[in-house]
């Protein structure tokens, strides 16, 4: 057979394999909070979530365990080979115990 016929298959592969979102979770302190169809979350510092098999729309609270340090809490969407940024519901505090929430579709 040749290559060619391949092609087309090959590309509706690669085009459905690029998709899907992530939850990205930035703080120099420890947190806690849920993410629906995720469920409980916790850790401390940095950490990416992905939300491939997850259904819209999906809110998060994610609380600081502490009095001190930043949280800061976005959604990312997929994009082609890392090119360009799709970053939604962004919030941030320093609040003591502060918490952040959001929601994407």
């Known amino acids: ?3 060619t016929a391949f092609l087309p298959i090959v590309s509706t592969l690669v085009i459905a394999g690029c ?3 992530v939850i990205h ?3 120099d302190t420890s947190w806690t ?3 629906d169809g995720v469920g409980a979350v916790a850790g401390r510092g940095n950490k990416t979530i992905a939300l491939d098999a997850v259904s ?3 809110c998060w609270v994610i609380t600081k365990t502490t009095a001190a340090g930043t949280l800061r809490v976005y959604s990312e969407q997929s994009t082609w080979f890392g090119l360009g940024e799709d970053i939604e519901a962004e919030q941030t505090t320093t609040e003591p115990n502060g918490d952040v ?3 994407v579709r």
Request: aromatic letters at 0%; charged letters at 15%.
């Open 19 to 21: 998709g899907g979102r």
């Open 25 to 27: 979770i930035e703080s």
């Open 33 to 35: 909070g849920t993410i």
């Open 1 to 3: 057979m040749r290559i």
């Open 56 to 58: 819209t729309p999906v």
């Open 101 to 103: 929430t959001g929601c």
